[in-house]
């Protein structure tokens, strides 16, 4: 074996992932939104001028790629570091030879900090004279929002691009180029892939290029050839190379998705608040967490336009809990259904929220004396605590005063024209109440 089969061994050992990342933009497929002919990103790149920046976006849609063909345009100095592994002292040594060939040669240092979310204060602030000085060009890759989990003081110093998802469409045309390319592909294999195959990866990478790239090479390898050498890829050989992609979400995006369940809740949208509610429990949510948002929301958000609501909600947390998963999931579903689809009235937490300003603001203690507890108290409030009128004496309802004086002709709760309240509206219009 020669030096040149070792080289070969060696590229046939690179995942093909890695072998096909673009080179320059013209290769590079996706984010059109900030890589198109006349962007600014193109642009700097193009000239050589790209300042500090952020390139944040789920994982494979060519965070690192772009970096990549930053680095293979610059006639600068390039350098990757990855945030878990590196330290200060890593920080420093690259801050301090990029300060000398500054200097010394008037060449600029790009530094590639791979999963810069993982950076702490202290380590941000090591790189943070530098990038201000201008003795590096920053560029940042994370999985995570930037503006929630980076030091702010890095951040509003970076341009940030946001990078999404590549469509199944740019995914398919990755896979076949790769099965084309003869120099860095599949090109060289008597190749055959289905257009089933090609389909089912290309959907179920779900946007992530490096799932799909990483399936392919899989299905290929590990398909024997026919009796004329002709390997064939085909539907299910793709479905056992690429698995259901694990539904995770970073921090942030989990929280903009209980958000957006909870406003689809509020909002009596039952498709959007079974989507997220799902979303949420594939990805792994706590399914009773959930159970509580909709217990929650249906006293919040129905209330009394629909006290049904509160009962179904809870019922079905008890009923979760009884069976589990996965049959668990209906009830929980149908308290969803129930509660977007129930009339809608937050008069109850009106209520609440003014109750508690006046328990807080006025607080007034003094209990009206007819009121007063007539066991323990003294022969005074004995004595006044005849003047009680028992509601069920007079039918149900008798007027007479509850609250304390300084709040006496407060009111918390406003029935609304909505659902079970218009009901209320007239029970309490008979009784005479406000």
């Not at 790149?45 to 944040?56: A, P, V």
């Not at 076949?176 to 055959?192: P, Q, S, T």
């Not at 006496?408 to 218009?422: F, H, L, Q």
Request: aromatic share 8%; proline share 4%; net charge neutral.
């Amino acid at each position: 074996m020669d030096l040149f089969d070792l080289a070969n061994d060696y590229k046939d050992s690179v995942p093909l992932a890695e072998r096909m990342r673009a080179r320059n933009l013209s290769e590079f497929i996706g984010q059109g939104h900030i890589v198109s002919e006349n962007s600014l990103l193109r642009r700097a790149i193009k000239s050589d001028k790209l300042g500090s920046c952020i390139f944040w976006g789920p994982p494979g849609c060519g965070k690192t790629t772009l970096a990549n063909v930053i680095a293979n345009s610059t006639a600068g100095n390039f350098v990757k570091l990855n945030a878990v592994s590196s330290g200060v002292s890593d920080v420093k040594r690259v801050v301090d030879e990029a300060r000398s060939n500054l200097k010394m040669f008037g060449k600029k240092t790009y530094l590639l900090l791979d999963e810069c979310h993982r950076f702490n204060k202290t380590q941000s602030d090591s790189l943070l004279p530098a990038i201000e000085r201008g003795d590096i060009i920053f560029i940042g890759s994370t999985t995570e929002n930037p503006y929630a989990s980076m030091t702010p003081a890095i951040v509003s110093r970076c341009r940030v691009f946001e990078l999404k998802p590549l469509s199944e469409e740019e995914v398919l045309r990755a896979l076949k180029n790769a099965v084309a390319d003869k120099e860095r592909g599949l090109g060289n294999y008597n190749l055959k892939v289905t257009d089933e195959a090609y389909a089912h990866i290309a959907r179920v990478a779900a946007g992530d290029l490096r799932v799909a790239y990483n399936a392919l090479e899989l299905a290929v390898i590990t398909t024997a050839p026919d009796e004329k050498g002709l390997i064939t890829v085909t539907l299910k050989d793709a479905e056992q190379s690429i698995q259901q992609k694990a539904l995770s979400y970073d921090e942030n995006l989990y929280y903009d998705m209980l958000s957006a369940f909870c406003k689809s809740l509020r909002g009596s949208d039952s498709n959007a608040a079974l989507y997220y509610m799902h979303r949420l429990i594939k990805g792994g949510c706590d399914p009773l967490l959930i159970a509580r948002r909709i217990i929650a929301h249906s006293a919040e958000d129905v209330g009394m336009a629909d006290p049904n609501a509160l009962v179904v909600a809870t019922n079905a947390l008890v009923a979760f809990e009884k069976i589990g998963l996965p049959e668990g999931l209906l009830p929980l579903s149908e308290a969803v259904v129930y509660v977007c689809e129930a009339e809608k009235s937050n008069s109850v937490c009106v209520a609440m929220n003014a109750a508690i300003r006046d328990a807080v603001d006025v607080k007034d203690d003094t209990v009206p004396p007819h009121l007063k507890n007539a066991v323990f108290g003294s022969e005074e409030d004995k004595s006044l605590s005849k003047n009680y009128k028992y509601p069920h004496d007079y039918g149900g309802y008798v007027v007479q005063q509850y609250l304390p004086d300084r709040l006496k002709n407060a009111v918390y709760y406003k029935p609304s024209d909505n659902g079970y309240e218009k009901t209320v509206k007239e029970i309490r219009k008979r009784k005479g109440m406000k």
